[in-house]
């Protein structure tokens, strides 16, 4: 599917992009990275417009969040309890979403964009703000489409290599944040442990 896909991106452009980031976010099995990426290579040779394309990718990413994080709103705690008991992410979307709140849903756009769909679904369930939802997708988003979009206009023409060097990067970072993630742990353990010393009698 994913050749098929490819080949219609020159022909239908944004449009294309559009639904498959769309379906993508609400958990339809669409290689949108890969798309993405290609399209950024026919930004750099001319083919699609860089503005258009970027906007439409951002706009169908955007649409399909907001979709799921009302189906997460109007299923509750209910429609998560069995979507936990049957995908494992959903567990760990929820803790994320409630430990961190607005910046969970950024990190889960582009950093730890496999748990994206489960993070809105859990955010419409745990009644997020909106408001704070759509700011922080937005943002998270629009990383997502600066990365990828741009990687494909670097190595136009190379794929392999350009989805490589995405997944490297974004493993170096993830890596990096939960280094320091538990790290800030550890001090706050140690700090909690001390001031609970100096409580007792």
């Known amino acids: 599917m994913t050749d098929w896909l490819l080949a219609l991106v020159p022909t239908y452009g944004p449009w294309l992009l559009a639904l498959c980031a769309f379906a993508s976010s609400l958990m339809v099995p669409i290689p949108s990275s890969v798309l993405v ?32 994080f009302q189906i997460g709103r109007r299923g509750g705690a209910r429609l998560i309890d069995r979507l936990a008991a049957k995908a494992p992410p959903v567990g760990r979307a929820a803790a994320l979403l409630s430990r961190h709140g607005g910046m969970a849903v950024f990190l889960s756009r582009w950093l730890f964009s496999p748990l994206g769909p489960y993070v809105t679904l859990t955010a419409g369930a745990a009644r997020l703000g909106w408001l704070t939802f759509t700011l922080w997708d937005i943002a998270g988003a629009a990383v997502w489409v600066a990365i990828w979009l741009g990687l494909g206009y670097a190595f136009t023409g190379n794929l392999a290599a350009a989805s490589s060097l995405a997944v490297s990067t974004l493993g170096f970072i993830a890596a990096g944040v939960a280094t320091l993630a538990l790290g800030w742990w550890l001090i706050a353990t140690i700090r909690a442990e001390r001031a609970s010393r100096r409580a007792d009698p």
């Open 37 to 68: 990426l290609a399209a950024g290579g026919f930004v750099a040779a001319g083919d699609l417009s860089a503005t258009a394309t970027a906007g439409a990718v951002l706009a169908g990413v955007v649409a399909g969040d907001q979709s799921g």
